[in-house]
Nanobody, 121 residues
Framework: QVQLVESGGGLVQSGGSLRLSCAAS????????MGWYRQAPGKQRELVAA???????NYGDSVKGRFTISRDNAKNTVVLQMNSLKPEDTAVYYC???????????????WGQGTQVTVSS
């Protein structure tokens, strides 16, 4: 089984910072892409940030300039540094991984269970 384990969510004041981490484990041959999505009440799940194994990153428009994503390929871990947080950032944040498995061809997608981020005004 492949698992994505998230950590770092919590409550923070507007303008503050938070750091989310996600570690992938299991029968993984390689990780093509790893990142974060979020879903707020009444809204669709949206991309926050993602990064490929070679370090190429992309961000959702609403977080550009405030969030930074990085990765540690050796540990199959991705980190999201969130600065200048706003109440609009309040959501459940889900780790996402697109991986190749050890014994099956193709790309497979996995999701973490989610971690709550709440930004108070």
């Amino acid at each position: 089984q492949v698992q994505l384990v998230e950590s770092g969510g919590g409550l923070v004041q507007s303008g503050g910072s938070l750091r989310l981490s996600c570690a992938a484990s299991g029968s993984i041959l390689s990780i093509n892409r790893m990142g974060w999505y979020r879903q707020a009440p009444g809204k669709q799940r949206e991309l926050v940030a993602a990064i490929t194994s070679d370090g190429s990153a992309n961000y959702g428009d609403s977080v550009k300039g405030r969030f930074t994503i990085s990765r540690d390929n050796a540990k199959n871990t991705v980190v999201l540094q969130m600065n200048s947080l706003k109440p609009e950032d309040t959501a459940v944040y889900y780790c996402n991984g697109r991986v190749r498995l050890e014994y099956l061809p193709g790309e497979y997608e996995y999701w973490g269970q989610g971690t709550q981020v709440t930004v108070s005004s």
